[in-house]
Structures are given as structure tokens and as C-alpha cells.
């Protein structure tokens, strides 16, 4: 037990243990429902349904934040649709998402529970595998490399996800020598950048050019109550002095 | 089942299992970065007994688990950096360890044991891990692949679950696999 937790009761403690299994199983839940690709569900059953937490939800990936749940699903779930109806044309296809996978185990859980018990942070990582079918019946195959930060509220009796981000290392084709490929990304023509659009709010959250440097997201620490500046929303996100860069800054000196 | 165990005894050991997985995936996000220094000094044990072990044998007693785990590694972090800032200048003003490369040992299969007296527990964790990095010295950026099996120790310390033992077993680093896009 940390120093936190000696302080509890022992029906307080329980409580405690109940809610970190509560949260580690609605993570890995959503990984079952990205794999079956019901990203509508994951939206209503999974994150905050209280109207003023939807407002302040928030979905990262290393280019910025989508915010408030409407822009959330347009972006996840709208969006998303609309691709896979013009891939079930192009591939002449039965049905939506014949051919494709998307497999994002999530491993490395590290869940800490705020001290007063309303909100948890925790964070994963996945080396995932996404498979896109093409209509010259070949496919697209990636493997991904990605750390998960998410923030968590207590409703009710139920956890939900209120923040997430979602910081890519790697995403390369599977089959392709990935020593080969450019040292430099070309971030305008990778599928997952092309995928997320254009955020509610853009800002380049993670360049894994120089692999974990600038430390976003940042690992959950022991915390007694949530504040903005350890959230993994917009408010959290903060360029210290000593990580002002933009991609591509300091490069070109021969 | 601890049948022999209080109630209370069960939920604290509980509780513990928790933290010690904590402990162990701060360990993989720390690491990740090369952050040597912030991983022994925050959940290490600094106890002469300590001790980490690889195929190479076991390094005992603090000070000299600090000196290959955290000296030898941010030496091996200054080097490659001495070798990159001509090609890449932009690495200048960044912190030379996390530049090294992004050592992510995910963590899966844990078993965690806590002892009947909630002061140690052991736990075993298998990693089918990635050791990736963009900017090398010799311009090609690399992913390899690399499997292992942790045996650890964990002790309670001033309240805080700390390392006090690490034993880390191969099962296979494979380098550059094109087979597996990596």
C-alpha cells in the first residue's frame, strides 16, 4: 500500500481495489469494441454520458485534441462511417469492413486512483495491428506502436472515459523493412494522421522523431483530487521552456 | 485462497498486488525513456542486498546496481548522442537519454504473490517488448523485437512498494525482422 491508501478503512480500501479492476476492464473493453469496430457503442456505453462532462471530453492523438463529445464522434465515429461506406463501394464489397482488422491489445496498465476517489488516471501500451482492405483484393497492413493516456470519472456507480490520448511511436507497413523507410516521417500521407483529420484543437502533441523526449503523455503520479494541469485534456498539455520546438526545428543546419 | 488470512489481511494484500503492479509498469514508462536515474531512485530498494540480474549474471548491492543500471546506461545514452548531434543537429538542447532509443518492455501474464504478512511480495511478468529509435548514428532507424521473463522481489518501505531484487531471462531479441514490417 502506498501512503495514501494506509489511511483507508478497510471497506474504503476494497472500494479502492474495486474501482482500479472496474477501470482496467473498461479499457480493455474498449479494445473489444474497437476490434469489432463499434465505435458508436464505445462512445455511448464507455465514456461520460453527465452533460457537463461531455462538454469538457476530449480525444488526443499527436496532432491535436478533438473536444466535447459531438466533435468526438464526428471525427470517430461520423467520419469513420463515411470512409467505410466509400471502401465497401470501392471494393465492391457485401458488407462494411469485409477485409479489415483492427487489433489494439493494450498491455503495461498502470491505473492510479485519485485519493478522494471520483477520478483515475491511467495509461497502456498497445502494439497493435490495423488491416485495411484495398480493391484490388491485396490489403494495407500496419503494425502500430502507441501509448494510451486516459483520464477517468466516476458517475454514478460507473467509470467512464473522459480523456484520451492516444500517442503513436510507430506505424509502419507490415512486410516493408522499416529500417529502409525515411528516418523523417512523412506525417501528411500517414493513414492515421489522414484518419484523425482536422482536431478541435491542432497542436503537435507527441513527434516521436526523437523516440519519448517530450515525455506526452506523461505517466500517472499519485494525485488526491483532479486538476487541470495533471489532465490528459487540452489543460494538461503544456510546452515547458525547454521543449519549444516545432517538427523539423534546429534541422537544417549543414 | 489465503483461507487463514483475515478479511483484512486479504483486502490490504489486495491492495498491495495493485501497487506492486504499479511499481512494475512505472519501471516499462521510465525505462522508456532511459530515465535511469528517476527509476532507481524512486522504486528501488536501496538496500545492500539488492540486486539485478540478465544473462550477464547479477550486479548486487546498490551501488553497483547503480552503477550498471544507471551510470553505465546514461554513458551509453552521452555516446550516442556524441555521435548524432553532427548528423542531426536538432538533437542539441535535448536530453541525450530518452534521444538513445525508446526501450518499451510491455508488460503481459503478470502473477503477483504478496505475502501472508503484507511486507514482500513476488510476482513474475512475461514481456513481449520493442526497442525502437528514429535518429541513429548510422541513419537507419530501427525497431527490434525483444521477448523476455521477469522474476521480482518487491519489499515495503516506508509505505511505498519498492524493487529489491530483478531477474531478467531471454527469450529472444531479434533485431530488424522486414518480415514483420519492423
Not at chain 1, 42 to 52: C, I
Amino acid at each position: 500500500m502506498d501512503k495514501i491508501s494506509r489511511n483507508y478503512s478497510d471497506e474504503e480500501l476494497i472500494t479502492r481495489v474495486w474501482d482500479v479492476e472496474n477501470i482496467k476492464k473498461l479499457v480493455h473493453k474498449r479494445v473489444y469494441y474497437l476490434a469489432e469496430d463499434r465505435r458508436a457503442d464505445e462512445l455511448k456505453e464507455l465514456w461520460v454520458s453527465d452533460p457537463k462532462h461531455q462538454k469538457t471530453a476530449s480525444f488526443g492523438r499527436n496532432w491535436g485534441y478533438y473536444t466535447g463529445m459531438d466533435e468526438i464522434k464526428a471525427y470517430y465515429v461520423d467520419n469513420h462511417n463515411t470512409r467505410l461506406l466509400e471502401q465497401k463501394e470501392l471494393n465492391a464489397a457485401d458488407d462494411l469492413n469485409v477485409g479489415n482488422m483492427y487489433a489494439h491489445p493494450a498491455s503495461t496498465g498502470l491505473v492510479e486512483l485519485a485519493g478522494d476517489g471520483k477520478s483515475a488516471k491511467g495509461m497502456w501500451y498497445c502494439i497493435a495491428q490495423e488491416t485495411t482492405a484495398l480493391a484490388d483484393g491485396t490489403a494495407d497492413a500496419r503494425w502500430i506502436l502507441e501509448k494510451v493516456a486516459v483520464d477517468f470519472l466516476k458517475e454514478g456507480d460507473d467509470w467512464k472515459i473522459w480523456h484520451i490520448v492516444i500517442a503513436m511511436d510507430l506505424n509502419c507497413e507490415a512486410g516493408e523493412a522499416y529500417e529502409k523507410q525515411s528516418v523523417y516521417v512523412d506525417w501528411d500521407n500517414d493513414p492515421v494522421k489522414c484518419e484523425f483529420g482536422v482536431p478541435t484543437i491542432e497542436k503537435l502533441l507527441h513527434d516521436p522523431t526523437f523516440n519519448w523526449w517530450d515525455n506526452y503523455p506523461f505517466m500517472p503520479e499519485p494525485y488526491a483530487s483532479f486538476c487541470d494541469e495533471i489532465s490528459y485534456g487540452p489543460e494538461g498539455f503544456v510546452i515547458t521552456a525547454d521543449k519549444v520546438f516545432a517538427a523539423g526545428e534546429g534541422r537544417n543546419y549543414k | 485462497m489465503k483461507n487463514h488470512l483475515t478479511l483484512s489481511q486479504r483486502i490490504h494484500n489486495a491492495a498491495a498486488s495493485q501497487e506492486v503492479e504499479n511499481v512494475k509498469a512505472r519501471h516499462t514508462y521510465l525505462h522508456g525513456r532511459a530515465d535511469a536515474t528517476s527509476e532507481w531512485a524512486r522504486i528501488w530498494s536501496r538496500s545492500d542486498d539488492c540486486s539485478w540480474a540478465h544473462a550477464f549474471g547479477r550486479m548486487r548491492g546498490f551501488d553497483q546496481v547503480w552503477f550498471g543500471s544507471v551510470t553505465s546506461y546514461d554513458a551509453m545514452a552521452m555516446g550516442n548522442w556524441l555521435e548524432l548531434y553532427k548528423t542531426y543537429p536538432e538533437v542539441g538542447g535535448k536530453d541525450p537519454r530518452p534521444l538513445m532509443e525508446a526501450s518499451v518492455h510491455t508488460l503481459v501474464t503478470d502473477i503477483i504473490e504478496v505475502a501472508d504478512d503484507g511486507q514482500s511480495a513476488r510476482g513474475s511478468f512475461i514481456t513481449p517488448g520493442v526497442i525502437h529509435s528514429v535518429l541513429t548514428a548510422h541513419q537507419e532507424k530501427y525497431c527490434n523485437v525483444l521477448w523476455e521473463r521477469y522474476g521480482s522481489d518487491f519489499v515495503l518501505e516506508d509505505g511505498n512498494w519498492v524493487y529489491l531484487h530483478e531477474h531478467v531471462c531471454g527469450y529472444f531479441n531479434k533485431t530488424r525482422q522486414p518480415e514483420l514490417g519492423c
